[in-house]
């Protein structure tokens, strides 16, 4: 199928989002807290706080805007990458504005990489920064550039400075559709056979904030304000049920090279990199 490339460049108009703590635990919910989060998951105390993975949560309407222009079947939609900037903590009620545009469309051959990159503010306070990269499947071939190289890759041979080991549950994509995104792909099992797909598949950004809340507890002493940024790049598919094992090198005094694997052996986050402060 053709992408309209004429996008790139393209301002996306801006989205605003009004959210209030039940959504910042829902989403917490969503990418498997525990109860022994519970400053993730409770309002009491000026809570909850706030995963710097809610980001892509409060700016997603930009992608979703971002996919309407283009008229792509969301059968055909995967996310490809995803990065967050926290520029200050997110609060846990708050109306934020999104500006976003359309920086790239790139040739993967199988498909197109199309990037979209978002500011977000509250009352015109920047908050945080995203960049949302969909893979279209079937809408490459166009003879477009590759796009950005991989951001990091883990040392080879080298043990983690943490290990993290979860199992998300068997509902775990249903509960994360609470979140706004709602491509049938993550709930239909006959439509994800349609896409290709045994059976519905996790949300990218659902591993994404796995892997994120396993980087606070690892390397935050569980304040997610100390997770200053997460880049990563979806590499696998993972079900509902599959067990999460996340890694990080330290690669920098601040700067972590994190991967996640499955029980099955398959990479499904890697080159990325998380930010912490100290």
Known sequence: MPIDLSLIGANIAEV?????????????LGVGAKARELDLLYEGAGGPRVLPTFAAVASFGILARTA??????????????????????????????TTGKVTGIYDKGSGALVVIEGTTCDRGEPVFDTVFSIFVRGAGGFGGERGPKPIASAPAGEPPAFEWVEQTSTEQHLLYRLNGDTNPIHASPELARVAGFERPILHGLCTYGHAARAIVQSLCGGDPARLRSFSSRFTGIVFPGDTLT???WQVAPDRYAVSVVTQRGATVIDNSVAIVDA
């Not at 605003?16 to 917490?28: F, G, L």
């Open 246 to 248: 996340t890694r990080g």
């Open 68 to 97: 309407a222009r283009l008229g792509v079947n969301l059968l055909r939609v995967v996310h490809g990458e995803q990065s967050v900037h926290v520029q200050r903590p997110i609060p846990p009620n708050a109306t934020l504005a």
């Open 16 to 28: 605003s989002h009004t959210y209030t703590w039940r959504d910042v635990v829902i989403y917490a």
